[in-house]
């Protein structure tokens, strides 16, 4: 999870990440998510993967107990990304009891590990003979990124560098075995790359770097079958689409752009870039990504059905990772506006609002039949939000050579170095349910920086105040303050927060003449619990909307509240003439609810969706106010 | 494939089948198809089934030759479908390769045959331990039923009774297998229940009636593991639904629809009528069914992907055979309209025009990447498709103890026996591309009998003209006219064949503000090779088209021309406030022409969609004529 660090020179880079410890939020849609991942999730996943064999499998290959390997292949995985989460809250906060449950995963972990360095629970004892003969299908090299990813983690927040030393050891295996004049190789599942090149950084060991380059370039050679799938059939640089199953996709594209971070290689930026344009016609309005369920992959341009939607919540997290990584290369808002999408709504609601069940498949219309679950048997999804959950302190903020860049908004207090000096910033704001922010900056002395605020693309306007001016900020971007700072200055943001009407291109064929509410960074969407109707005959009546301080369970929300039409098939019908549909289908005003589409599925089961069919014409009454949908819109421009 | 037999008693059933032979299509839709099919469909399914080993699985089993079983576990059925359809075809015309093919077949298939009556060879030799052991998977079942089939065909084609007997012997082998008190299962894939059906219709013997009972009735049971994708999960008369692979789903309604004719159990034609209406919500304009990739599998209600759609060549086929079994049951005309769409489109898809390439999948929408293949290394639709179109014919009459039901149109002279008394009927017409038709009868001597003319739910209006009379019938019915025929008396029929726009229910999302064009029984679509612009992109611009006498390849059709306005994205996106949406894309008239769904795809690749969007408002130049659509004229009525 962990991205380009702040001591690291990563120099092809425009931001900088800042540590997960030094963001503090005190908001209530953040700080009670994480106060959950402490108190129950994270403890939690510890009794899971207890009791689904995760840990048996590290202590059935250091020898301390006997038996059958547990669960799947890539059970390791699941165990890394749980102690990464764990230790990325440890370093935020206190607790001794998730404390001693690292530490000892910690040690098995290297008691696992073979004196080569090899160490991966399912091809240990037995299956010794088996190692590293499958890349395309054995998920060996992808455990071995997690488990560095987790001892980064572990170090950082713990000071203790011995899983790191035996996450070195199992990189220079990794090193020993692959590579020009050794076996040739890539993992069908990447991941080792972000892994090798975050080693790097904190070692500044070369060799790190150019193993992850290795495996990146090696690509498109058919090593591992030069199927789309795998996106192995054409050099990476050279990918017009991302193909196959969404999470490696993004994985793989996520690793590319840390080698770029490091290598400023421009050809891969090209290639991000275009990539980067082409996952834009297979994301959700959620932010989730990958619409289908065979083989988890990503489909066509504008293959995005609703109810049918995969959109794995691993895949959302994996789209917000290449674009904070998109950020911090390249300073443009636009990638903070895709992972803000992808964080706020699509990655979120894979888990519940209580922090105990999971979702692995987040589809954008239900007729009731997803519901959350306690744990899955393939652990991917669970232990993936959890690393993004715990990680979100550090996306709120960035630093560089010239200043600050608050990419996010949330009540908070953060304590970021700035060339040598301590700038303490305060949040004070209600967003995301309010769109007011002020920032206060609380420093020794004073500091001359630029403060870079992001002024999300979906504002309709934004207006800044700071000591010496004020002015109208472009949606979209960044605002530079760049000043000389005194204790106290404060810095005030107002964004106004209204309802907005997205409409889709309409070569999405599940979304033609429907609309989705949007408010500020959140996606809304209708469900049963809310309405007493079924929301799939729900059409919007106007665009008149009244917001309302809400509740599901105890987090807060903020619920929008309309007038709809209801379509009531009179008789059941499937297709019609057109001239005769019209008898088939009652009409009858209603109101209706929505909330959060992170928050769905909380409550009762029932019919939910974020698509809306589109108000259809103008309310004769509600003259200056009326709204007829986007399609009608532009005819008028014909 | 075939059915209720004109000299079985099938006692509850109102209309009974014609032979295949009796009806002479001359047609230009039909009769060059079958031409095809004789000349070169079946001559080539015969090289190909030879290639792939379908044959050599015979020989070998039959040891004449030796080596491994070739090809997949259910390649017996494939060949049994290209006998059935092959002894449709002899029966209809003459063609000495063809017959020396069958008869060399069936002698084989006796050869291959245990002494105890067991025939399925990849269950021979080395592999004889594991029959029977697993039917949810193995097809045993599965391929018996189709060479019951294929026999019954080849008999009637050929008068030769060799293979019928061989088919009593794996009946009497299946009968002593399975059973109360015998081995307890159910198959996998129905099939057999028809066949054996009709097994018992031919040979008047109970025994196989009650073994088709008893594979319907011990479903429900969990006897293949309880699952709702084997429809195993409750009894067949507690179903509601149809569930699970949607082949199978539809094989097993047609078996239960068999029984019922012989049977007239009331709760078993409830669950048939419930599960028909059920289907109603599954199936796609076209008449193709099941959506899902996954499993090949029928989707919730209302889900009908467009692009994805997996419509599987069989399934449709399937569809037709189903709503036939119902016509002949109730001689309610919706079965002969469910028919009639599924046999003119989504069947009739499944192959090329030129009879010589097959689709598995039919999906609704496409940007050129879905081709027509050869051949596929699981033949199951080739050999389906054949099977259907050979008996075609068959389709076009019923008869009663009271007279004779006309289901279908088309040049045409049939020789049908009524009550031992011949009737010929000569269809002059030029159905499906003009409404008009003209039936005149043949008699040796006058007759008393009913016409009972099939008047197409489509149809806005049917004019019938007889010796003494003129009525404006009622379409979705069977229009009777009692009376004694003279020889050379005749009716006119006269059905206005305007193009009319289709829309579907608003939950089906794909659909939503999209017509299908529809002209008599024939769905259109439009295809790149005919339109010079992206088809995604056209938008209906008003309800006024020509339609044009037209070829694909030398076949005869009727296209359609229209206006659209072509929507052109300035720039790629995905997602826009509504607001902006307007600035995103520019327009443009274009002239377009559609093509019937079922000969899409024989020219050159390129993007298809069956869904157009529908005209947004009236054009005010066409006043009286204009169009907005379904959900537009909905709306005056709140």
Chains 1, 2 share one sequence.
């Not at 994270?42 to 009791?51: F, G, M, R």
């Not at 995301?432 to 979906?458: C, H, M, T, Y």
């Not at 309309?562 to 005769?580: F, N, P, V």
Request: net charge neutral; aromatic share 10%.
């Amino acid at each position: 999870m962990a991205y380009v660090l702040k001591n690291s020179k990563s120099p092809f880079t425009k931001i900088r990440s800042v540590p997960v410890d030094s963001v503090k939020l005190t908001d209530d849609f953040w700080s009670p998510r994480l106060a959950d991942l402490r108190q129950a999730t994270l403890p939690l996943q510890h009794k899971k993967l207890e009791e689904t064999g995760h840990f048996f499998d590290f202590r059935r290959a250091a020898g301390l107990e006997a038996g059958q390997f547990k669960g799947l292949i890539f059970y390791d995985s699941d165990a890394y990304k749980w102690l990464e989460a764990t230790s990325f809250t440890l370093a935020s906060s206190k607790d001794d009891d998730l404390l001693r449950h690292a530490l000892n995963f910690a040690d098995l972990i290297k008691k696992a590990q073979d004196k080569d360095g090899y160490l991966d629970t399912y091809f240990a004892l037995d299956k010794k003979s088996d190692r590293w003969k499958n890349l395309r299908d054995n998920h060996e090299l992808y455990c071995a990124g997690h488990m560095i990813q987790a001892a980064l983690a572990f170090r950082r927040a713990t000071g203790n560098g011995e899983l790191l030393e035996a996450a070195e050891r199992l990189a220079d295996h990794v090193i020993d075995t692959f590579g020009p004049g050794k076996k040739e190789g890539v993992p069908g599942h990447p991941e080792i790359e972000m892994a090798l090149v975050e080693l790097y950084r904190e070692t500044g060991k070369r060799k790190y770097l150019d193993e992850a380059s290795y495996f990146l370039n090696a690509r498109g050679k058919g090593l591992i079958g030069g199927s789309p799938y795998y996106l192995d059939h054409a050099p990476f640089r050279e990918l017009k689409h991302l193909t196959g199953h969404a999470v490696r996709a993004l994985y793989l594209a996520s690793g590319a752009a840390d080698l770029y971070a490091e290598t400023g290689d421009p050809p891969l930026l090209k290639a991000l870039s275009v990539l980067w344009e082409d996952l834009q016609k297979k994301t959700y309005v959620t932010g989730g990504v990958g619409s289908r369920h065979e083989g988890e992959t990503l489909g066509d341009d504008y293959e995005l059905p609703n109810a049918r939607a995969y959109a794995e919540t691993c895949a959302a997290v994996a789209n917000a990772m290449f674009n904070y990584r998109m950020l911090l290369i390249t300073g443009e808002a636009k990638y903070a506006d895709a992972m803000e999408l992808a964080v706020y709504n699509g990655a979120l609601s894979g888990i519940s609002i209580d922090g105990t069940r999971y979702f692995y498949a987040n589809p954008l219309a239900d007729r009731g039949s997803t519901r959350r679950q306690e744990w899955y048997e393939c652990a991917c999804c669970p232990t993936n939000i959890v690393r993004l959950l715990a990680y979100v302190p550090s996306l709120f903020y960035g630093v560089s050579q010239e200043g600050i860049w608050v990419n996010l908004y949330g009540r908070s207090e953060a304590s970021i170095e700035l060339n040598g000096s301590k700038v303490v910033l305060r949040q004070e704001t209600e967003y995301p349910w309010r769109g007011k922010v002020r920032i206060e900056a609380k420093l020794v002395s004073d500091l001359k920086f630029s403060l870079n605020l992001r002024v999300p693309e979906w504002a309709s306007s934004a207006e800044i105040k700071w000591p010496e001016g004020k002015e109208k900020a472009k949606p979209g971007s960044y605002f530079s303050i760049n000043r000389t700072w005194h204790d106290g200055d404060a810095v005030d943001i107002e964004i106004p927060l209204q309802v907005s009407l997205i409409v889709a291109n309409h070569r999405v064929f599940e979304d033609t003449c429907r609309v989705t509410l949007k408010r500020g960074p959140l996606v809304y969407c209708v469900e049963s619990e809310d309405n007493d109707f079924d929301v799939w005959d729900l059409e919007l009546a106007n665009k008149d909307f009244k917001i309302k301080d809400d509740f599901i369970l105890n987090k807060k929300i903020v619920s929008i509240l309309g007038k709809g039409i209801l379509l009531r098939s009179k008789e059941e019908w499937t297709y019609a003439e057109e001239e005769k549909a019209n008898a088939l289908i009652a009409r009858q005003g209603v109101d209706f609810k929505a909330i959060p589409y992170y928050a769905w599925a909380n409550r009762r089961a029932g019919p939910m969706t974020v698509w809306i069919l589109a108000p259809e014409t103008a309310d004769p009454s509600k003259s200056g106010q009326e709204i007829s949908h986007a399609k009608q819109r532009i005819k008028q421009n014909i």
